[in-house]
């Protein structure tokens, strides 16, 4: 994928996590941030996807995974993340912080982060997070987020933010917040969107692809 950063937005259940899982596939070196544990798919059969054990408990065994997977090369790696909000945040700082030391010194790749609501504010953006959006696309690591909100995480993320990816959002303050960060027509046509149908739009809000999930 070309875009430095790109966001995947919509309500609950219209497709986010599908158009993920049929977008990501080919990526050569990711990591996915898998937040609510619909990514364990990723060890099925596909080469280069590092087996996900039943638990990843311990931080530093996934980063040293991730250490010695990106020196071989080719990798993908979910994490399933700690339910506990404290140390998810920790999870969540040291695994952006991987992501970035990992394009600087070994190979370019993709973070994806399921749910970034979770993660940011609009006033706070975690250290790890910002290196990615400030030096991300100097440094070699793309960035693709989920959010059901895009109003309520980091202001700093979606003013870098180059490429939309909407499903249907229909809660007003939203739909009127993602008009103020694209056009008031793109924010209109999101609220008619059925469930699997959505938009590409480009940072000033041109519509580049108008596609459905399924028939
Ligand atoms: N081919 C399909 N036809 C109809 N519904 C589907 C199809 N694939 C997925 N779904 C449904 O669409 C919903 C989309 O889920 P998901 O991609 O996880 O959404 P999100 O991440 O936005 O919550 C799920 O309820 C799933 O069962
Ligand atoms: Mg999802």
Same mark, same amino acid.
């Given at each position: 994928m070309s875009n430095d950063i790109i966001a995947v937005v919509g309500?609950? @259940?219209?497709?986010k996590t599908t158009w993920l899982r049929n977008n990501i =596939? %080919?990526? @050569?070196?990711l990591i996915v941030i898998d937040t609510l544990g @619909?990514?364990?798919?990723?060890?099925?059969?596909?080469?280069?996807?590092l087996p996900v054990p039943d638990?990843? @408990?311990?931080l530093q065994d996934v980063l040293d995974e991730i250490e010695i997977a990106a020196k071989q090369g080719f990798f993908q790696i979910g994490i399933p993340m700690p339910i506990d909000d404290e140390e998810k945040a920790i999870w969540f700082e040291y695994l952006c912080l991987e992501a970035y030391q990992t394009a600087e010194h070994h190979t370019k790749c993709t973070l994806v982060v399921e749910e970034m609501g979770l993660y940011t504010n609009t006033q706070q953006t975690p250290t790890g997070l910002n290196a990615i959006i400030q030096y991300g696309a100097h440094a070699g690591v793309n960035l693709i987020w989920t959010a059901?909100?895009? =109003? %309520?995480?980091s202001r700093r993320l979606t003013s870098e933010t180059n490429m939309y990816v909407l499903f249907a959002l229909h809660e007003p303050r939203w739909v009127e917040a993602l008009g103020e960060r694209l056009t008031d027509d793109i924010a209109q046509r999101v609220t008619q969107l059925e469930p699997g149908h959505y938009l590409m739009v480009d940072r000033v809000g041109n519509v580049v692809k108008d596609a459905k999930l399924w028939p």
């Open positions: 309500m609950r @259940d219209q497709g =596939a %080919e990526e @050569d070196n @619909d990514h364990t798919f990723g060890s099925k059969g596909k080469p280069g996807w638990k990843r @408990d311990n059901r909100n895009p =109003a %309520e995480v």
